[in-house]
């Protein structure tokens, strides 16, 4: 019994520890930007050591991927609170607005997350990354699949896919400086002219077809 209670103690512990890391390299990341999060660094501001982190996380590509999961979920949250309409062009343009306007409001959570997405050689998504995409492909699918609905069960996923993907690429300008509020073309507006380009597209293949 007194081993038992002690194995929860310490797991109370870890849990509390991976916590407070986690809490704390984020703001490391929002104050200061990605290449400040190192495990040197986030071990002096967390007042912890090098070895726990490792100890808890295994690496800082773990690290990393645990914080991309909340970033994720914290969009994935956003788009489900929003109220839907009749109309799935308008709920469309309204996940575009939330997208732009998080990634506006959070550019160094995005970059830290949109930087290891493009990191290359064995990129893999953790599972509760792949969960919490796999929640925003579905809000996604439901609006998109009424307006193209003469197209194959598989044409209609690939063009769902083609979409985020689009979506996800061009969330990168949204982290320059390349636009700015004086263009005519700005930030808050990009994600929403590159999706009525795409749902005008997917209209169009649809009535050829």
């Given at each position: 019994?007194?081993?038992?209670?002690?194995?929860?103690?310490?797991?109370?512990?870890?849990?509390k520890?991976?916590?407070?890391?986690?809490?704390?390299?984020?703001?490391l990341?929002?104050?200061?930007?990605?290449?400040?999060?190192?495990?040197?660094?986030?071990?002096?501001?967390?007042?912890?050591?090098?070895?726990?982190?490792?100890?808890?996380?295994?690496?800082?590509?773990?690290?990393?991927?645990e914080?991309?999961?909340?970033?994720?979920?914290?969009?994935?949250?956003?788009?489900?609170?929003?109220?839907?309409?009749?109309?799935?062009?308008?709920?469309?343009?309204?996940?575009?607005d939330?997208?732009?306007?998080?990634?506006?409001?959070?550019?160094?959570l995005?970059?830290?997350?949109?930087?290891?997405?493009?990191?290359?050689?064995?990129?893999?998504?953790?599972?509760?990354?792949?969960?919490?995409?796999?929640?925003?492909?579905?809000?996604?699918?439901?609006?998109?699949?009424?307006?193209?609905?003469?197209?194959?069960?598989?044409?209609?996923k690939?063009?769902?896919?083609?979409?985020?993907?689009?979506?996800?690429?061009?969330?990168?300008?949204?982290?320059s400086?390349?636009?700015?509020?004086?263009?005519?073309?700005?930030?808050?507006?990009?994600?929403?002219?590159?999706?009525?380009?795409y749902?005008?597209g997917?209209?169009?293949?649809?009535?050829?077809?």
């Amino acid at each position: 019994m007194i081993d038992d209670k002690d194995a929860r103690l310490k797991a109370f512990v870890r849990n509390k520890t991976k916590e407070a890391l986690l809490k704390c390299g984020r703001k490391l990341v929002i104050n200061e930007g990605i290449n400040a999060l190192s495990a040197r660094k986030l071990a002096q501001a967390a007042n912890s050591s090098v070895g726990m982190i490792y100890n808890i996380f295994a690496t800082m590509d773990n690290f990393i991927a645990e914080q991309n999961a909340m970033t994720l979920n914290e969009l994935s949250a956003k788009m489900s609170s929003l109220t839907m309409s009749k109309n799935p062009f308008n709920n469309l343009n309204h996940y575009a607005d939330v997208l732009a306007s998080y990634i506006m409001a959070n550019p160094n959570l995005w970059a830290l997350l949109y930087n290891r997405y493009l990191s290359g050689d064995g990129f893999k998504l953790t599972i509760a990354e792949a969960r919490i995409i796999k929640k925003i492909d579905i809000l996604i699918s439901f609006q998109v699949v009424p307006l193209i609905k003469k197209m194959s069960a598989k044409e209609k996923k690939v063009s769902i896919k083609v979409l985020e993907m689009a979506l996800f690429a061009m969330s990168g300008y949204l982290l320059s400086d390349r636009l700015n509020n004086k263009s005519s073309l700005n930030k808050e507006t990009l994600c929403k002219l590159l999706m009525n380009t795409y749902i005008a597209g997917m209209v169009s293949l649809e009535d050829i077809k």
